[in-house]
């Protein structure tokens, strides 16, 4: 019985071997030059600074990524359909018909609504409404000296 485990213990060993010895030897063979762009923060394409007090993060940034998670779970959830789609035959085909067609619905209502645009000054209309609807004072925060 334990012989049976033996080729994946055998795997699991040489698995782990490869991965550490990979991060040993790139440590000791790559160059080693910082400077104070490679050991800054990367955010996004933003620079990491610090906000005033009372400036908030912009809206766009939790948008774009709840929209990233809800289109993320869609294709997870397409992966198991693919797997059983020739056990559950037109009835699968048209759930999954089903489920696409409201996802897609999603995306255009979020697209129409402009929650896809990068670029622009201005606020669009979701977050508009997030923005509406935070809690705390809405004073405009300029650039503060010091």
């Given at each position: 019985m334990l012989s049976e485990y033996l080729p994946i213990a055998i795997l699991a060993a040489l698995a782990l071997l490869f991965a550490v010895g990979s991060l040993v030897?790139?440590?000791?063979?790559?160059?080693h030059r910082p400077?104070?762009?490679?050991?800054?923060a990367y955010e996004c394409g933003n620079d990491p600074v610090r906000l005033p007090r009372g400036e908030r993060f912009s809206i766009r940034f939790y948008v774009v990524a709840m929209l990233f998670i809800i289109f993320d779970i869609e294709t997870i959830f397409l992966f198991p359909w693919a797997v059983a789609a020739r056990e559950l035959a037109l009835f699968g085909l048209i759930e999954i018909a089903?489920?696409?067609?409201?996802?897609?619905?999603?995306?255009?209502?979020?697209?129409?609504?402009?929650?896809?645009?990068?670029?622009?000054?201005?606020?669009?209309?979701?977050?508009?409404?997030?923005?509406?609807?935070?809690?705390?004072?809405?004073?405009?925060?300029?650039?503060?000296a010091g």
């Open positions: 030897a790139s440590g000791l063979l790559r160059p400077t104070p762009v490679k050991l800054s089903v489920f696409i067609a409201l996802v897609f619905v999603a995306y255009v209502y979020v697209w129409k609504k402009g929650g896809l645009d990068w670029a622009g000054g201005s606020l669009t209309p979701i977050e508009a409404e997030a923005a509406s609807e935070a809690p705390g004072p809405r004073e405009e925060v300029g650039i503060r």
